[in-house]
């Protein structure tokens, strides 16, 4: 009997503590299961948000939200007394002032911009000779020293050398540098989404481009000129695009003022030799009679994607209001047009050799890249998207806007802080 209290005794003991080990068990997987079930959470809270990021509905909701909260007010001004909002109406008042004063220093700016463009050009008329076999230049002026590690091996410069002369001996020896500004422009994506493959043989033609900047008295602007040899497709020397500007405050928003706009652009008619117009094409299409089946050909003249139609920009009417579609274009003409000047024209040696090209790739970081990668993923879903507006896309006229273009736009701004922290300021 007493043995069997005590195996029974020791029976319990034994369930007691495997229960109590059971139960550290338990507990155990119980708190890996929470563990595992947090995890689970949070992964299915994060998918929710990208699937809500990439909802255009909700990111324009969220957007509009956004736009709502910013600068609104906290209800303190309001709650001022009448005497102190006479006062920041005053301050108010100086602002307008300090804008008028801004606008006075990027006038002087722009003075000293057409001042400089009158050094460069002496540069830019020798390069062109360069290019265009006018002016040959010395071994000295050829000479150039390169980096450390761009250098090359004895070795590879003899071969280099021999291949050099052996493709001399089968060609005859090119005059100046045949089809630079084409290779400019293929060399650049925004320009290079502008030139169609008919647009090609005209721009070998492309002998220069040049700035100028309007005189002193004469309201702000710039014109492109696009100088051409004589061609088979148009009798037109020199085409321009002129871009008018403007650096005052707007009378109804003088607190929006940030520097000088392009207000508008003016283009030049093309004197396109007979059918050479590249910027129209013509289509043929059959039309079937309903009552006696017969059919018949139409031809229709209708407009052509081509890079010449950059001298051909929407007319803006004297109301100011544009369609969507004009607007957008010429949103995208007044990039381009900022593009070509600030970087193309001064830097295109750079441009035909990539150099330049390449420095604007180091100049982003990954942050710029995931989100050329974001936007990518939004272009494509545009067409999907009810609340897309065409003022940010370029379209097919001209091709789409790209970050070198950005970049200039960037750039320039940059250059007018700089200014501001280097000059004078006006009086």
């Not at 997987?29 to 994060?46: I, L, M, Q």
């Not at 070795?155 to 290779?183: N, R, S, V, Y």
């Not at 607190?255 to 043929?284: A, R, Y």
Request: proline fraction near 5%.
């Amino acid at each position: 009997m007493g043995t069997c209290l005590k195996s029974s005794r020791m029976a319990d003991i034994d369930n007691k503590e495997q229960s109590e080990l059971d139960q550290q068990d338990m507990e155990d997987v119980e708190e890996v299961e929470e563990e595992e079930t947090g995890e689970d959470a949070n992964s299915k809270a994060r998918q929710l948000t990208v699937q809500m990021m990439q909802n255009p509905q909700i990111l324009a909701a969220l957007q509009e939200r956004l736009d709502g909260l910013v600068g609104s007010s906290t209800g303190y001004v309001e709650s001022l007394p009448k005497v102190v909002k006479r006062r920041v109406n005053a301050l108010k008042n100086l602002q307008v002032q300090c804008a008028q004063i801004e606008a006075k220093f990027y006038e002087e700016v722009h003075e000293l911009e057409r001042k400089y463009a009158a050094l460069y050009q002496p540069l830019f008329d020798k390069r062109s000779e360069i290019i265009n076999a006018i002016y040959e230049p010395t071994e000295e002026e050829c000479e150039w020293k390169a980096d450390a590690d761009e250098e090359i091996s004895e070795e590879m410069k003899e071969k280099a050398k021999l291949e050099e002369e052996k493709k001399d001996e089968e060609k005859e020896d090119p005059k100046g540098i045949p089809e630079f500004w084409l290779t400019v422009f293929k060399n650049v994506d925004l320009l290079s989404d502008m030139v169609q493959e008919h647009d090609e043989p005209i721009l070998k033609y492309l002998k220069d481009i040049k700035v100028k900047f309007s005189e002193v008295g004469q309201p702000m602007s710039f014109t492109l000129e696009f100088h051409f040899e004589p061609n088979d497709y148009f009798t037109n020397e020199v085409l321009t695009k002129t871009y008018r500007m403007r650096s005052e405050p707007d009378d109804s928003d003088p607190f929006s003022f940030d520097g000088p706009e392009i207000m508008g652009c003016t283009g030049c008619q093309i004197d396109w030799k007979k059918g050479k117009n590249v910027t129209l094409k013509t289509i043929k299409k059959k039309q079937k009679h309903k009552g006696r089946g017969t059919v018949r050909t139409v031809t229709k003249t209708v407009s052509n994607d081509s890079f010449f139609n950059f001298f051909s920009p929407p007319e803006v009417p004297e109301s100011g209001d544009l369609d969507d579609d004009s607007e957008a274009i010429l949103a995208a003409d007044f990039e381009i047009g900022h593009f070509l000047r600030e970087r193309i024209v001064p830097r295109s040696v750079l441009y035909f050799t990539g150099e330049a090209i390449e420095d604007d790739d180091d100049d982003y970081d990954e942050e710029g890249e995931e989100a050329d990668d974001e936007e990518g993923e939004e272009e494509a879903d545009e067409e999907n998207d009810p609340d897309y507006d065409p003022k940010f896309s370029v379209g097919k006229r001209y091709g789409c806007l790209s970050s070198d273009m950005t970049q200039a736009a960037a750039e320039s701004k940059d250059l007018y802080m700089q200014l501001k922290l280097l000059l004078p300021r006006p009086v």
